[in-house]
């Protein structure tokens, strides 16, 4: 049998990620979550995981009690810990943002996959996640519906060349908003997402488009392809997950109703692809398929990322640091919505790059861009 670890299990990744297990009959070695005890004991009471661990410290004891017959751990070492007893053949990493590298490349050193979710692992560390995988031998199969479709489009097609590669983006709430009608949004406006159902700070991303200028920077590591052959189509109805062109004037399109579960699946399945009860689309009430370039100048941060990914070296890192601690002081009420790239910008414009050759020198650098950035939204935004 099929043995998995999920990271991140309590989020909307890590649960759609524990359906499919059922789903596949596969087993649930290790299960962890940041916080949510009560979210994760509820997991362990079903699935009967043999390892768990809860990373923040505070709430271990009460997690403790909740648990009986699965060894827990607590904290981000016992994290890892969970990762390493767990001796899983597929971790899925479904922990967002930063705090989701470590264990990337933790899992990397015990797996023989890892369907990877955590965008931040390679947008901070995409030469250095490559470079072990490659090592040690291991499939790092995308989990993001973009990213695996692209995966699947290129199934058959590895030698050949690749003219342009195509991330479909719903364009969020905003998608044809101003720039003046995007000063007046709000933390609710910003979490309603019109066809998926993610966490709050992807869901916020979505909203940015920084979301998108993420997967822009991690498709350049998972498929070995030119920023410049890589762009961004805004597509409502999120049918088309992505597409890629060839030098021969062929478009592959892989489609797909919009259900986080399909790619999960084709991530701990592959190179199968096994029968579901999951939702099928129905072709014949497509209708309309649009598609239009999205505006760079009113979404910020999608042209941010692009600098930060041509630039190389640190700035991805420190981007995404400064991205993280805006999107979090929006959350909390702190910042506007349109604060956020502005924040950004300025932390990419502090920053001198270095090479980001070790996993000590990236920590590094996402500890100094969030302590610019808090400093910015301390002293020049209030």
Not at 8 to 33: D, F, H, K, N, P
Not at 232 to 245: A, D, K, N, R, T
Request: glycine fraction near 8%.
């Amino acid at each position: 049998m099929t043995k998995v670890c999920i990271l991140g299990a309590t989020g909307s990744i890590g649960r759609q990620a524990l359906e499919v297990c059922r789903e596949m009959g596969y087993s649930v070695e290790g299960v962890t979550a940041n916080s949510d005890y009560e979210g994760l004991a509820a997991i362990c009471k079903e699935y009967k995981p043999r390892f768990a661990a809860i990373a923040d410290r505070d709430k271990s004891e009460k997690f403790k009690d909740l648990v009986q017959g699965t060894v827990t751990f607590c904290g981000s070492e016992g994290l890892l810990e969970c990762i390493r007893k767990s001796n899983a053949d597929i971790t899925v990493n479904g922990i967002v943002g930063s705090a989701g590298i470590l264990p990337t490349i933790e899992s990397m050193k015990i797996s023989k996959r890892v369907a990877l979710a955590n965008k931040e692992s390679l947008v901070a560390a995409g030469k250095l996640i490559m470079k072990t995988a490659v090592e040690r031998g291991v499939e790092l199969i995308p989990v993001d519906s973009e990213h695996s479709a692209i995966f699947q489009c290129l199934e058959g097609n590895r030698n050949n060349e690749i003219d342009e590669i195509y991330l479909t983006a719903s364009g969020g709430p905003f998608r044809e908003f101003s720039s003046e009608q995007l000063k007046g949004v709000t933390r609710e406006m910003a979490l309603e997402h019109p066809n998926w159902v993610m966490g709050s700070k992807i869901t916020i991303d979505s909203a940015t488009m920084m979301n998108k200028g993420l997967e822009v920077i991690e498709a350049r590591w998972l498929f070995d392809v030119d920023y410049r052959k890589i762009k961004v189509l805004v597509h409502p109805q999120s049918i088309v997950h992505s597409m890629v062109g060839f030098q021969d004037g062929s478009i592959i399109a892989q489609l797909g109703a919009p259900d986080m579960r399909v790619p999960i699946q084709y991530s701990l399945t592959y190179p199968k692809r096994m029968c579901n009860n999951f939702r099928k689309l129905d072709i014949y009430k497509l209708g309309e398929l649009n598609f239009q370039a999205p505006d760079m100048k009113i979404f910020r941060c999608l042209g941010l990322a692009y600098e930060a990914g041509m630039e190389g070296n640190s700035m991805p890192c420190v981007m995404n640091a400064a991205n993280e601690e805006a999107v979090r002081a929006f959350l909390s009420g702190y910042i506007t919505f349109t604060d956020i790239p502005v924040i950004i910008e300025k932390v990419m414009d502090m920053h001198n790059p270095v090479e980001a050759d070790s996993i000590e020198m990236i920590l590094e650098q996402d500890r100094l861009a969030r302590r610019r950035t808090h400093k910015i939204i301390k002293e020049d935004l209030n």
